[in-house]
Every structure is written in C-alpha cells, then in structure tokens.
C-alpha cells in the first residue's frame, strides 16, 4: 500500500492509502504500485484508475477523468497536482454527452488557429468524461 493525494484546482479530490493507481502520460499509462522507484513526470489528458484494496478486483475500481497534470512518486507516496479532476459519481453521462456535441460544434465552427484550439480542448475534455461515465456505467450493469 501507498499513500495517493490528487488535488486540482477546486481542492482535494482523493487522499487514502491505495495499492494501485494507473495514469496516462505523455508516454503512455504506467502503474504505480508499493516501493515505485521515485518519479516526476507530466499527467496527459485521460482516465485515472484507482484500486483501494490490493484484493478488489476490477469492478472496484475508482475513475477520475483528469486534462493533465504533474506526478511525483517518493517514498511510497504519489502526489498527483492537475487543473482539473472529475469523480466517476460526479459525471452526469447526458450532459457530458450535450457538451460533447456542443464541442464538437464549436470546432466545426471555429474561425481561428486560437477558437479551433479551444474548441478541440473542450472536444477531449468531454470526450474523457465520456470514457469515464461509460466505465461506470458498464462497471454497475455486469
């Protein structure tokens, strides 16, 4: 078991003692589990997996959809520090699926290199909130 804070802008959204967390990075995802050799490294847009108990099996895992942030692992603690960070029982599929159209209307739409930027973060920002909602959403009908 190690110690997991992940805290965004709006304050702490997670802080327990935890035997898995899985993470994308710029790299692709790692896992960090007990005794993790010491690590900074950059967050990319994503899910973010937690398995609390060592013997929960993957149905008990806990999802956040995060848009990036910095990790460091030390000491058997992983501190994880991003812009944003939504809770799995947060999301509301239907409405992240209403802003994921309403992206994906601002790009179509964009008129400049800066509103065609803007509007694919939002495109990605909904579309893993999305990937989070479906997760939970198939985790509660097995």
């Not at 967050?43 to 060592?54: A, E, K, L, T």
Request: proline content about 2%.
């Amino acid at each position: 078991m190690f110690h997991f804070k992940l805290v965004s802008q709006t304050g702490t959204k997670f802080d327990s003692e935890v035997s898995e967390v899985v993470l994308p990075t710029l790299d692709g995802q790692i896992g960090v589990l007990t005794d993790h050799m010491p690590l900074v490294s950059v967050v990319s847009n994503g899910v973010i997996s937690v398995r609390v108990n060592p013997k929960d099996n993957d149905r008990n895992r806990i999802f956040f959809a995060t848009n990036g942030g910095v990790i460091e692992v030390d000491n058997n603690n992983l501190n994880l520090l991003v812009d944003e960070a939504d809770h799995e029982d947060s999301i509301n599929e239907a409405e992240a699926q209403a802003a994921y159209e309403k992206a994906q209307k601002l790009k179509s739409e964009a008129k400049d290199q800066v509103s065609l930027e803007y509007a694919q973060k939002m495109v990605d920002r909904q579309a893993i909130r999305l990937q989070v909602a479906s997760l939970k959403r198939r985790r509660h009908h097995k």
